[in-house]
């Protein structure tokens, strides 16, 4: 098991930002966010694998930016221009081999999650 700590989530207005961050007590190859909205099902944001390989989903492209800091083993996600349904719990995920998927079957550790409330 690899702990993973979210940090970062809050309440804010429309068109604000926010920066997530996901901690983990090691090096991992592939990490994502997911969030998941009352009542809905767990969907992929972004992923990065490898040293900085990126991919989005696409109602976050060009809004939501995904990074890497190898060396203190932690992954961010910057939020801009947020949407009322962009709320959420969101959550960090991280898989030691499968790089370049949103299937949240595909990774396996897991964060507690942190809140994201944007309101109109």
């Known amino acids: 098991q690899v702990p993973l700590v979210e940090s970062g989530g809050g309440s804010v207005q429309a068109g604000e930002s926010l920066r997530l961050s996901c901690a983990a007590s090691?090096?991992?190859?592939?990490m994502a966010w997911f969030r998941q909205a009352p009542g809905k099902e767990r969907e992929g944001v972004a992923g990065i694998y490898s040293r900085s390989t990126a991919y989005y989903a696409d109602s976050v492209k060009g809004r939501f930016t995904i990074s890497r800091d190898n060396a203190q083993n932690t992954v961010y996600l910057q939020m801009s221009s947020l949407r009322p349904e962009d709320t959420g719990m969101y959550y960090c995920?991280?898989?030691?081999?499968?790089?370049?998927?949103?299937?949240?079957?595909?990774?396996?550790?897991w964060g507690q999650g942190t809140q994201v409330t944007v309101s109109s």
């Open positions: 090691e090096y991992i190859y592939s």
């Open positions: 995920a991280a898989d030691r081999t499968r790089g370049g998927t949103l299937n949240v079957g595909a990774y396996s550790y």
